[in-house]
């Protein structure tokens, strides 16, 4: 029975004691789930960026795509421009030239006519 006493006499320095110990401790375990959520933190983070890069690339890879069909395209305008072009000329002095009532084309224009249609098939004249 002396210790009830000791500690009845005392239980104000227990107290604190307890809530001491308690504060510590809680104190302990914030800091470790602080040290916890930083780690999460940093992987999704690293995450976050790596997928990024790589829709970054992707993004970059199908942009270089789109260029260079882009870049086709343009070559072959221009070039169906050159051929559509020359031949308006060439069909000009053609009608420039007398025009007979049996015969449609002169020998020219029969030669600028077998160019055209060969120029279309693939084939040389």
């Known amino acids: 029975m002396p210790i009830l006493i000791v500690l009845w006499k005392f239980k104000y320095w227990i107290a604190i004691a307890v ?3 308690m504060y510590l401790g809680q104190i302990a ?3 470790h789930l602080a040290g916890k959520l930083k780690d999460a933190e940093s992987k999704c983070t690293a995450k976050i960026q790596e997928i990024e890069q790589k829709q970054l690339k992707a993004l970059a890879e199908k942009q270089n795509e789109i260029n ?3 870049a086709d395209y343009e ?3 221009s070039e169906q421009r050159v051929q559509v072009e020359t031949v308006t000329r060439e069909v000009q ?3 420039e030239r007398p025009v007979y009532q049996q ?3 002169d020998d020219d224009g029969l030669q ?3 160019a055209l249609i060969a120029s279309g098939s693939g084939e040389s004249p």
């Open 29 to 31: 375990y914030t800091n």
């Open 75 to 77: 070559t072959l305008k």
């Open 103 to 105: 015969h449609c084309f």
């Open 93 to 95: 002095k053609i009608i």
């Open 112 to 114: 600028q006519l077998n």
């Open 68 to 70: 260079q069909v882009s």
């Open 19 to 21: 809530f001491s110990f």
